[in-house]
């Protein structure tokens, strides 16, 4: 994508986000039911290859080519570049019929989620389930981040490829039900509760 600013991967290590989502995501997922899924945004590949050694079935794609590459290292047949204005998956994956989408941290980063959502549900077809994380807002929080007079930090708008949307788990279910998917559940992650880091949302197509 002629927009795209890469994220600047340099190594396959977890991403600080992982600290605090990758727990309550582990306990999200369940081998008998999640048996082949699909890592859209994997970055560096960290969440591929650590399921993978989990025993699950996944692959991942990413619009950074730093990041395709640092994941091919370990597992290279399970990585892919993805252009996600081409609303296609690359070519090796369009013959595989997943039954999830994992996403964590990507979102937020859309111009248009709803073509996002769109995209997912495309892909899993008549069924399936979609696990989304992004960053947590929600009353409390906007008003301690306002108090403390943190927005700027918090939105940093200089970070060229940052954030440019803010979810509540309200507009999140909105645009997934908008797009038909139902069963909506939702985990707080990391700090305290209504102060969470991000949320994971769950949804599934049935």
């Not at 025993?55 to 730093?66: L, Q």
Request: proline letters at 4%; a neutral charge.
């Amino acid at each position: 994508m002629s927009n795209y600013h890469d994220y600047g991967y340099n190594n396959a290590e977890a991403t600080h986000n992982f600290g605090y989502i990758l727990k309550p995501l582990l306990q999200t997922l369940d081998k008998s039911r999640n048996l082949v899924i699909l890592d859209l945004g994997c970055g560096n590949g960290y969440l591929v290859n650590y399921l993978l050694q989990q025993g699950y079935n996944i692959y991942g794609t990413d619009a950074s080519a730093e990041g395709i590459a640092i994941a091919q290292r370990n597992n290279p047949e399970r990585f892919f570049l993805q252009d996600l204005s081409t609303g296609k998956l690359p070519l090796p994956l369009r013959h595989i019929k997943f039954d999830t989408i994992i996403s964590t941290e990507v979102i937020e980063h859309l111009y248009d989620p709803a073509q996002f959502i769109q995209f997912c549900k495309d892909i899993l077809g008549n069924s399936g389930e979609v696990i989304l994380s992004t960053p947590y807002h929600g009353y409390l929080k906007n008003l301690v981040l306002s108090i403390f007079n943190k927005w700027d930090r918090h939105m940093d708008p200089l970070w060229l490829g940052g954030h440019i949307k803010i979810w509540s788990y309200r507009t999140l279910s909105k645009v997934l039900a908008d797009k038909g998917f139902n069963d909506i559940t939702f985990k707080g992650c990391g700090r305290m509760p209504y102060l969470w880091k991000s949320m994971l949302v769950t949804a599934k197509l049935s």
